[in-house]
């Protein structure tokens, strides 16, 4: 809530770049006329995240700026987050022969939470002439994981 008040005034250059990177994605978002609606404040971080329908398993857009790696994730966080992922991982083959590519499932180093993903290489962040395709790869992957996890999560007992 704290980031939505702050105006231009009071965010670093690098900042602003970020809120305008997530507004171009929405835009792209919107254009998709996906499931995953770009109907929401843009935020000066290094993620924003969707909705899927249920506490604790949300869609992420990632910047990974030193690696030059962007990132649509589905992840899981709060108390049943381990379970939700190992519920999910026992669909693995399913879920990528659904979407039609392999997707990483990271082992998260005995944290809580977990992350399934799928990256685009070489993405420069701070390239703003390569934004546009940046914005239309997160678009299109994040509309895919929605299709094919959300009918999923509704099958989730917590």
Do not use: C
């Amino acid at each position: 809530r704290a980031a939505r008040s702050i105006d231009d005034s009071q965010l670093s250059d690098f900042r602003v770049m970020q809120r305008e990177y997530w507004e171009g994605l929405h835009i792209a978002l919107g254009d998709a006329a996906g499931p995953v609606s770009g109907d929401r404040t843009a935020l000066p971080q290094s993620w924003m995240t969707y909705s899927l329908g249920k506490s604790g398993i949300v869609l992420g857009a990632v910047v990974q700026r030193p690696q030059s790696r962007i990132k649509a994730e589905v992840y899981f966080t709060g108390p049943s987050s381990l379970e939700n992922f190992e519920y999910f991982s026992t669909q693995r083959e399913e879920i990528e022969k659904e979407l039609g590519y392999e997707l990483e499932w990271p082992d998260m180093d005995g944290r809580r939470d977990r992350r399934i993903l799928t990256d685009l290489a070489i993405a420069n962040f701070e390239d703003r002439n390569d934004w546009k395709r940046q914005h239309i790869w997160l678009a299109t992957k994040l509309n895919e994981l929605h299709h094919v996890f959300s009918p999923r999560v509704t099958h989730l007992r917590r």
